[in-house]
T-cell receptor, first 115, second 117 residues
């Protein structure tokens, strides 16, 4: 079975500070992992994804995430927060390797950026 | 080009009524997904369509929920005899294929907010 856990439903950082959003996964097969962002009243937008290959994945808007198998983690980071980063962030794992195609999402982390 | 569109954006209904939610995927996308986003439950997978194959209904929470996809394009999610616990945002997504290549990213619509009184 696949699942993800996002630690911290709310995270606040100062503008210019490091952003770190935590995600741990559980998967019975090698996982495919995703981070999505949801701005107010908008749909989900893909930030980045890990399938195979390089474990450090770079995404849009300066975000990146590192797949660490030993820690079953896929934390999202950005060196310097911007006001426009305020949104809700979802980590997800794909069931693709089990033959299904749906995503299993975490409960989300709401990021607040303090000016 | 246009993204995934959903209608209505908001729907308020009374307990026991049936509702239909519509999703227009991105043109040319063969895969279509429905998810539900509710407080305390996060985002839950409901159903998945891929081309002309039988849909994956494994996420539907009860037999009151059904979905169809006509002509491999537009999809309708139907909830019969709505209950208050059905209140949520229903999200639709589509992808060009159904794997993990760059063309298979799931693109989400803005959702339909359903409120059951």
């Amino acid at each position: 079975a696949q699942s993800v856990t996002q630690l911290g439903s709310h995270v606040s950082v100062s503008e210019g500070a490091l952003v770190l959003l935590r995600c741990n996964y559980s998967s019975s097969v090698p996982p495919y992992l995703f981070w999505y962002v949801q701005y107010p009243n908008q749909g989900l937008q893909l930030l980045l994804k890990y399938t195979t290959g390089a474990t450090l994945v770079k995404g849009i808007n300066g975000f990146e995430a590192e797949f660490k198998k030993s820690e079953t983690s896929f934390h999202l980071t950005k060196p310097s927060a911007h006001m426009s980063d305020a949104a809700e962030y979802f980590c997800a794992v794909s069931a693709i390797r089990t033959g299904a195609n749906n995503l299993f999402f975490g409960t989300g982390t709401r990021l607040t950026v303090i000016p | 080009g246009a993204g995934v569109s959903q209608s209505p954006s908001n729907k308020v209904t009374e307990k026991g009524k049936d509702v239909e939610l519509r999703c227009d995927p991105i043109s040319g996308h063969t895969a279509l997904y429905w998810y539900r986003q509710s407080l305390g439950q996060g985002l839950e997978f409901l159903i998945y369509f891929q081309g002309n194959s039988a849909p994956d209904k494994s996420g539907l929470p009860s037999d009151r929920f059904s979905a169809e996809r006509t002509g491999g394009s537009v999809s309708t999610l139907t909830i019969q005899r709505t209950q208050q616990e059905d209140s949520a945002v229903y999200l639709c997504a589509s992808s060009f294929g159904a794997g993990t290549s760059s063309t298979d990213t799931q693109y989400f619509g803005p959702g339909t907010r359903l409120t059951v009184l």
